[in-house]
C-alpha cells in the first residue's frame, strides 16, 4: 500500500521543523483473527499518505495493540490531532488515493467515485 518512508527519516523530518498533517490507521484482519494497525501518515514535506517501513526487509510497520501505536503516535511522534482508523475493506478507502497502491483497486478494496453519504466526510490536513 502506497509509499513507505524510515523512522529516522520521519524523525529527521520532524527535527528540521516538518509535521504529521493528518494520520490514517488501515485495520488489518489475519486468517487467524488477528488485526494489524498500520498508520498511513501525511507529513508535511513530502507529497500524499506514507507508512512506516520495517526496520529490515521489504514491508510496513504494523501494531497489534492499538494503544500501543496511539502512544507511539502521541509520545514518540507528537502527533496530538484526530486519528482516523478504517478497516482494510472500508468502501471509502480508495479516496484516500495515496493510501493505496497506485491505479490501485485490490481484491478487497474497490475503487468508487459515487459521492459519499450526507454527513460523512473524509479526512482534510488541517489548516495552517
Do not use: N, Q
Request: with cysteine; glycine share 10%; hydrophobic share 35%.
Amino acid at each position: 500500500m502506497g509509499d513507505t518512508l524510515g523512522e529516522a527519516d520521519l524523525r529527521e523530518g520532524l527535527l528540521r521543523g516538518g509535521r504529521i498533517e493528518a494520520v490514517v490507521v488501515v485495520a488489518r484482519r489475519d486468517a487467524d483473527g488477528g488485526v494489524d494497525h498500520v498508520p498511513y501518515l501525511l507529513p508535511s514535506w513530502r507529497r500524499g499518505y506514507v507508512a512506516i517501513a520495517l526496520f529490515r526487509g521489504p514491508g510496513v510497520r504494523g501494531w497489534r495493540d492499538l494503544g500501543r501505536l496511539l502512544r507511539f503516535l502521541r509520545d514518540d511522534m507528537s502527533y496530538k490531532l484526530p486519528v482516523s482508523l478504517y478497516e482494510a475493506d472500508c468502501p471509502r478507502l480508495p479516496r484516500l488515493r495515496s493510501v493505496l497502491p497506485r491505479g490501485a483497486t485490490t481484491k478487497h478494496v474497490k475503487a468508487d467515485e459515487s459521492p459519499l453519504p450526507p454527513g460523512v466526510d473524509v479526512p482534510e490536513p488541517p489548516p495552517e
